[in-house]
């Protein structure tokens, strides 16, 4: 199948370092498991070398111009490989613009997921979730204390709404660092203490003068999205 993503290939994870990887076919229809990072031709012998055809179909290239750059199969730079690949070859990945460049890959491939993530959700989007307060199950309208069902969702349901679409959210890794594409929303950041300020869980972050502030402090979103 031609595509204009199919070069994007299928965006999964290694099952030893966790980075991120693609997927793609070779002519048999196997799976070749490619690295997201693009590696100088020269570090790389020529049977570790690989290229994505226009119909997303992984073929090893053999020889090329040893100015150009290719693509290399995830297993001989993970870093918990059991056969390594050349150690040139794995140094040169693990430095910081390969990185980036690798990030920038991951991103362009969950672009389309992220255009789907809609910022505003309906109340039925958030029906989805179970609402934490009044324990109503996916799919049925939250009831208040006498049991009357509610036409708006408690807030604590759209909190959770957010936090499930956030942590279900592939987070792209490359030789060990993460990134976050999806930001957390203001609400959510909400739901731990800032660090910076006296505000506890649930309130604003607060000024110089105790007055609350409309954004969180980015120590606070800094401390949300740290991974732990
Ligand atoms: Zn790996
Ligand atoms: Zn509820
Ligand atoms: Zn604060």
């Known amino acids: 199948?031609?595509?204009?993503?199919?070069?994007?290939?299928?965006?999964?994870?290694?099952?030893?370092?966790?980075?991120?990887?693609?997927?793609?076919?070779?002519?048999?229809?196997?799976?070749?498991?490619?690295?997201?990072?693009?590696?100088?031709?020269?570090?790389?012998?020529?049977?570790?070398?690989?290229?994505?055809?226009?119909?997303?179909?992984?073929?090893?290239?053999?020889?090329?111009?040893?100015?150009?750059?290719?693509?290399?199969?995830?297993?001989?730079?993970?870093?918990?490989?059991?056969?390594?690949?050349?150690?040139?070859?794995?140094?040169?990945?693990?430095?910081?613009?390969?990185?980036?460049?690798?990030?920038?890959?991951?991103?362009?491939?969950l672009t389309e997921q992220l255009r789907g993530q809609n910022r505003n959700p309906t109340s039925d989007d958030v029906r989805t979730v179970l609402c934490p307060r009044c324990e109503a199950d996916p799919d049925f309208q939250c009831v208040d204390t006498s049991g009357t069902p509610r036409q708006a969702n408690h807030k604590e349901r759209v909190a959770a709404f957010h936090q499930a679409r956030y942590d279900a959210f592939p987070v792209p890794q490359v030789a060990g660092q993460t990134a976050r594409l999806l930001r957390p929303s203001r609400h959510q950041v909400r739901t731990i203490p800032c660090p910076r300020c006296p505000a506890p869980s649930g309130q604003p972050c607060t000024d110089d003068k105790g007055q609350p502030r409309t954004a969180n402090h980015m120590e606070r979103v800094d401390a949300y999205t740290s991974d732990i």
């Open 1 to 109: 199948m031609s595509s204009k993503y199919a070069d994007l290939g299928r965006l999964g994870h290694c099952w030893r370092c966790g980075d991120s990887v693609q997927g793609y076919p070779d002519h048999d229809g196997q799976e070749v498991v490619l690295d997201v990072r693009e590696a100088p031709t020269h570090l790389v012998p020529e049977e570790l070398r690989w290229r994505v055809n226009g119909n997303g179909i992984a073929l090893p290239l053999g020889w090329t111009d040893p100015t150009d750059t290719v693509r290399i199969r995830h297993e001989p730079v993970c870093t918990a490989s059991p056969r390594p690949g050349p150690e040139p070859l794995r140094n040169h990945l693990n430095r910081a613009r390969p990185i980036a460049r690798g990030h920038e890959n991951v991103a362009a491939a």
